[in-house]
């Protein structure tokens, strides 16, 4: 497990400051993590950090104190404990259960579903896995849409196979999903039935993706531009993502996404794609990471989420 990161955002000179790192020190009790303080000296900067008044205790990048609605802002900020009294900083009481809740999970804890347990997404080439799931990703891909088992009899008959038992195969291995009908309902990283993100192909076919790391794998997978369009669900503010040659450009600037998982064992359609969402800014992920304190996560980069994604889908549709 890697060491919390724990960052208090700060005005200069701001009296609360040296009480905030005092609790949070007594908090850790001699635990593992890197404390940092962080100045803010304006508006501007204090809305791309996500700070919503000084002190701003961040978790692993995550507001877990934060009051949803809050602005971002320069000026003093109050908690309260236990007994409703107001003071500088989050008690020490407050700061040890934030801290656990953020020590229960670790970063290969929270991207295993998406990668299958380390074992990756690319199917293997045996029983005509990988040569059906390629055919499913390429149908998507020109035509916005999920193939129909029919569609798949040629490429799964070449393997000596039927489609059916091939679809079925790849769902049991969470490759793919099916609807109850046996109908391909998801292709990681392309969605059937509408979601949140929106992407447009380089070749103007849109398909809708099963969350914000697998629109931003897409591109790196078909090697070609793409746009993609999703909301923040907190503010509603449209973020979007725009792929050139490889690169990518982010819009508003200060865009991050949040990855997560729900408790428990299943397919990443039900534990992840709900919990990896683009948010306009970290304030807003804090705030929605507060609301939902049942799934454990953390805010990444945009050039992280953006690694995950390549990483994750990029060799989906290489050759042998």
């Not at 971002?72 to 700061?95: F, I, K, N, Q």
Request: net charge negative; with cysteine.
């Amino acid at each position: 497990m890697s060491a919390t990161r724990i960052t208090v955002l700060t005005v200069p000179d701001c009296p609360s400051a040296p009480l905030a790192v005092e609790r949070i020190t007594s908090a850790l009790d001699g635990g593992e993590a890197t404390v940092e303080l962080v100045e803010v000296r304006n508006e501007a900067e204090a809305a791309r950090r996500g700070m919503t008044g000084s002190p701003t205790v961040l978790i692993d990048d995550v507001d877990v104190f934060a009051v949803p609605g809050a602005p971002t802002s320069v000026s003093c900020r109050l908690y309260r404990d236990e007994e409703g009294r107001a003071a500088g900083a989050p008690s020490v009481e407050a700061l040890r259960k934030a801290l656990a809740r953020a020590q229960e999970c670790c970063d290969d804890d929270l991207l295993d579903p998406i990668g299958r347990a380390g074992r990756g997404r690319r199917a293997p080439a045996e029983r005509g896995l990988r040569v059906v799931l390629q055919a499913v990703l390429r149908h998507f891909a020109a035509t916005g849409s999920a193939p129909s088992a029919s569609d798949l009899e040629a490429v799964a008959a070449e393997a000596g196979r039927i489609a059916h038992d091939v679809l079925a195969e790849l769902d049991a291995e969470d490759f793919l999903a099916l609807d109850p009908a046996g109908r391909v309902r998801a292709a990681y990283p392309f969605s059937s039935e509408e979601t949140s993100h929106r992407v447009r192909l380089g070749d103007g076919v849109e398909v809708w993706s099963m969350c914000a790391i697998d629109a931003l794998g897409i591109a790196a997978m078909l090697g070609q531009d793409v746009l993609v369009t999703s909301c923040d669900p907190v503010s509603g503010h449209p973020v979007t993502v725009s792929f050139t040659s490889g690169v990518a450009q982010w819009e508003p600037e200060g865009a991050v996404v949040f990855v997560g998982r729900r408790p428990g064992q299943g397919p990443a359609a039900e534990l992840c794609c709900h919990a990896l969402n683009f948010f306009a800014d970290r304030s807003t992920a804090g705030t929605w990471a507060r609301r939902h304190a049942e799934v454990p996560g953390r805010i990444t980069s945009q050039a992280e989420a953006v690694a995950i994604g390549t990483r994750t889908f990029g060799p989906l549709l290489a050759e042998d």
